[in-house]
């Protein structure tokens, strides 16, 4: 009897999770016998199809006219989008998913994690019916199915954006559910990549290394968005909680604040870029369009929320005038996404190579090495930013490099270069207060202070 409760209890909870995040509360009307599927697009008539049935305030009415044309107007020039989500999930395999667990939600949309039948993990995007943008309509119209259906075109609208959009720093679709039910009402779930939230304050303590590679990452999609498919992309609604990490890599998770158009002007006037601090005058171009507003839009809130914060901190001290030029332009606008992108790929070959390296006395003549050794893991001193926390451990680029740090640290006595490498190919090097444990390992050398082993027997 306590067994069947427990289950009783556990399968109320899911339920519960299901309710909130499966059924997506996005009603949409469709022609009768259009619904179901899954692995397809949402071109075409099927989605979101003819008018809604139901009587309607006229500005309502008038509002879903108006993102209906918007999808519409983003599918064609989308081409249909659905060649690339051919074979993905669909509507069978979300109703097999299990394991449902809300992650959050935010203005529009709550998200979930559940577990698929073949044992992999997969985000569920859909309308939060209970969301700001759904209770701020519903206040305004006093109808709930039609403001959960105007909610529910941004689920599409990201549907259509993320089929189109391919790009390592894009999360991936996997499959998306239409599921029309007997009254009508259509509920729309997106099958995503699932990822980890940014953690920014976690972010601020990793090595530079990393954090350069996040701002790269960013600027790498940026471009992209730049030169897209569609158009100039710009990221509307542009903070850091858009962001998740999936293995390592940074990916914008929530695209349907995206916009494909450029503002309208008819003189330079109508095209100043605004942020709470700063104001950029743009050029209105011959067609009446604002000359490359969502490329320094999406380019200075980078500056902004990623650059200021990840880039200049412990960055090594010869790459730091290179780094506050990038902050400089980045903040005034003087860059575009292509020179900022050139400005990155140079600071990145001098990181790699070595070239950045300062010329300085060679300090590794002052070490001995022992091949074939290495010093005994466990605790030992800390030092800042270490790629562990349990002691000092830094990416390098040589022994010669290792041993100028070495040298730089009072408790530092041995450096044993480690087989671990760095996104960018560098080793990592261990830092030691001492370098009498040692134990034998054929692909290991240990470098020893001479002035810590004098009086010592190697």
Known sequence: MAAAAGRARRSARLSAAALLALPALALLALPPGRGGGGGGGVGGEAQPGSAPPLLLPPG?????????????????????????????????????????????????????????????????????GAGREVRRCVQ?????????????????????????????????LHGQCYENSGDAELRVTAMLELGSPLEMIQL?????????????????????????????????????R????????????????????????????????????????????????????????????????????LLPHSAPTALRPLLSDILNATGDLRYGINETMRAFEKVLHLYKSGLYLQKRPLLLKDYISLKGFRTVEGEDYKCWPSYSHLGCLLSIHSAEEAAAICNSQ????????????????????????????????TNAVVYIKRSASSGERL
């Open 410 to 441: 009072s408790q530092c006595q041995s450096f044993v270069i480690t087989q671990q490498r760095t996104w960018t190919g560098r080793p990592l090097a261990s830092f030691q207060s001492s370098w009498t444990d040692l134990i034998p390992d």
């Open 140 to 172: 305004r119209y006093g109808a709930p199915a039609g403001c959960r259906r105007l909610a529910a075109y941004k689920v599409l609208k990201e549907v259509t954006l993320l089929q189109r959009l391919q790009h390592p720093g894009i999360v991936q």
């Open 204 to 240: 601020l303590q990793t090595p530079w290394e990393e954090r350069f590679k996040i701002c790269l990452s960013l600027v790498k999609l940026l471009f992209y968005l730049a030169h897209s498919p569609l158009g100039s992309i710009v990221l509307l609604d542009f903070q850091p």
């Open 60 to 128: 309502l009415r008038e509002e879903l006219r108006q993102r209906r044309r918007d999808l519409r107007r983003l599918e064609a020039a989308a081409g249909g989008g659905g060649e690339a989500a051919a074979g993905g999930l669909g509507c069978g395999d979300l109703s097999r998913a299990t394991a449902v667990s809300i992650l959050g939600w935010g203005f529009t949309k709550v998200v979930a994690r559940a577990v698929l039948e073949g044992g992999g993990a997969v985000a569920l995007k859909s309308v939060h």
């Open 242 to 309: 858009q962001f998740v990490m999936v293995d390592g890599n940074l990916k914008v998770t929530d695209m349907d604040d995206a916009s494909t158009e450029e503002l309208s002007c008819k003189e330079d006037i109508d095209c100043t870029l605004d942020f709470p601090t700063k104001s950029f005058p743009l050029k209105c171009s011959a067609v009446g369009k604002c000359e490359g507003i969502n490329e320094k839009k999406n380019l200075f809130n980078a500056y902004r929320y990623f650059f200021t914060y």
